[in-house]
C-alpha cells in the first residue's frame, strides 16, 4: 500500500464521542486526503491537504475536522461521531498536482452505535 | 441525479471472457478519466488514466473515453480469476483536487 498505513484498522464507537483517525506516509508526498465508502456512494472526499497546515474541504466535509502538523501525518477527526458516519475510512496521498494518480492506504473500519 | 453513474453489478464472467465496464457522467469540465481496481477489504489502486478523448491500452485492459456522449469504458480481455475485484471510474476536471468516483462494479471471474 505504498508507504501508507491507518490506524485504527477497525474502531467500534457510541453516538456523541470523538473519534481521531491517523493517516500516516513514508513517501514524503505532498497532497493528502481523506475519502469516506459507502456501498452506493462510492469514494468521497472528505478533507485533503496540500502541505503542512494547508488544508482544504471536500465534497462531505461536515462534521468533521483535519489537521497536519507534520508532512508524513494526517489525521482526521469527527468531534462528536453520529451513526451517519459509520463507513470505511481511506487515506490517500499523490505527489505533486497529479491528482489522479492517488495511493490508498488500507482504509479504517468504523462503526457508530 | 448523481455527477458519475456506474452500474453496481454485480457481473459474474467465466475465464476469457471479454468484459466491458461503464460509466456516464454529466459534468463537461471533466478532463482526467481514472479506473481504479479494488480488492475486497484493500484500499483502491490505480489501474489506467486518460487524459481528454481517446482510447489508452495496457496489455489485456483498455480504457475508451467518448466526451461527446460523456459516457468511458474499460474493456479487459482474457479475463482471469485474479481480476475479480471492484472497479471505480474516476473523474476529475482539469482544476480540481477533487475527483469524483463512481459506486463501483463488483466482477467475479470465474475458473
Known amino acids: 500500500d505504498a508507504g501508507i498505513t491507518q490506524s485504527p484498522r477497525h474502531k467500534v464507537t457510541e453516538t456523541g464521542t470523538p473519534v481521531t483517525l491517523r493517516c500516516h506516509q513514508t513517501e514524503n508526498h505532498r497532497y493528502m486526503y481523506w475519502y469516506r465508502q459507502d456501498p452506493g456512494h462510492g469514494l468521497r472526499l472528505i478533507h485533503y491537504s496540500y502541505g503542512v497546515k494547508d488544508t482544504d474541504k471536500g465534497e462531505v466535509s461536515d462534521g468533521y475536522s483535519v489537521s497536519r502538523s507534520k508532512t508524513e501525518d494526517f489525521l482526521l477527526t469527527l468531534e462528536s461521531a453520529t451513526s451517519s458516519q459509520t463507513s470505511v475510512y481511506f487515506c490517500?496521498?499523490?505527489?505533486?498536482?497529479?491528482?489522479?494518480?492517488?495511493?490508498f492506504g488500507p482504509g479504517t473500519r468504523l462503526t457508530v452505535l | 441525479q448523481k455527477e458519475v453513474e456506474q452500474d453496481p453489478g454485480p457481473l459474474s464472467v467465466p475465464e476469457g471472457a471479454i468484459v466491458s465496464l461503464n460509466c456516464t457522467y454529466s459534468?463537461?469540465?471533466?478532463?482526467?478519466f481514472m479506473w481504479y481496481r479494488q480488492y475486497s477489504r484493500k484500499g483502491p489502486e490505480l489501474l489506467m488514466y486518460?487524459?481528454?478523448?481517446g482510447n489508452k491500452e495496457d496489455g489485456r485492459f483498455t480504457a475508451q473515453v467518448d466526451k461527446s456522449s460523456k459516457y468511458i469504458s474499460l474493456f479487459i480481455r482474457d479475463s482471469q480469476p485474479s481480476d475479480s475485484a471492484t472497479y471505480l471510474c474516476?473523474?476529475?476536471?482539469?482544476?480540481?483536487?477533487?475527483?469524483?468516483f463512481g459506486a463501483g462494479t463488483r466482477l467475479t471471474v470465474k475458473p
Open positions: 490517500a496521498i499523490s505527489e505533486g498536482l497529479a491528482v489522479w494518480e492517488q495511493f
Open positions: 459534468n463537461s469540465a471533466f478532463q482526467y
Open positions: 474516476a473523474m476529475s476536471a482539469e482544476s480540481d483536487n477533487d475527483m469524483r
Open positions: 486518460t487524459y481528454s478523448s
